[in-house]
């Protein structure tokens, strides 16, 4: 059976998504005004802390951001010196991106905060809810994965 929405705050998608930016712009207000970065700039900064070194197709897999997005970011870091390029020699087209050292040196002064500040925000929920929400976004995002992929 079909539930009919009436209202778009309690449609699901919606509330995901405003909760997200709610976080991702408490968050982002600190690196903005420290450390000069927008949201785009700091998640391929940390999936490249993170993993390493990724192309930039990888970078849109892992931050689920458009193309463009991930291109204009790559595009300021790479300008401010916080992540170099190096040839793929498996694909000619592509490079493969990671932190320099003045990017990780930053990847290493933002996360600190980044997780305190995740931990403001979740002090709201005792553990147990905590792990709940953890697995409920993992079994979300598989889901909408696999709808994807059909």
Do not use: C
């Amino acid at each position: 059976m079909t539930r009919s929405i009436t209202r778009l705050a309690d449609f699901l998608p919606y509330r995901i998504s405003i909760t997200s930016n709610a976080v991702s712009d408490l968050i982002a207000r600190e690196y903005r005004t420290r450390f000069g970065l927008k949201i785009p700039e700091w998640r391929v900064m940390a999936v490249l802390g993170d993993v390493g070194e990724a192309t930039q197709r990888e970078l849109v897999a892992a931050t689920r951001m458009d193309k463009v997005a991930v291109n204009r970011a790559t595009k300021t870091l790479g300008e401010r010196a916080l992540i170099q390029r190096a040839p793929n020699m498996q694909d000619g087209r592509s490079h493969h991106l990671a932190l320099t050292s003045a990017g990780q040196a930053l990847y290493a002064e933002i996360m600190p905060l980044a997780l305190e500040m995740e931990a403001q925000v979740l002090a709201v929920l005792d553990d147990a809810e905590q792990a709940q929400l953890a697995t409920l976004l993992g079994k979300l995002l598989r889901r909408a994965d696999d709808l994807t992929d059909d």
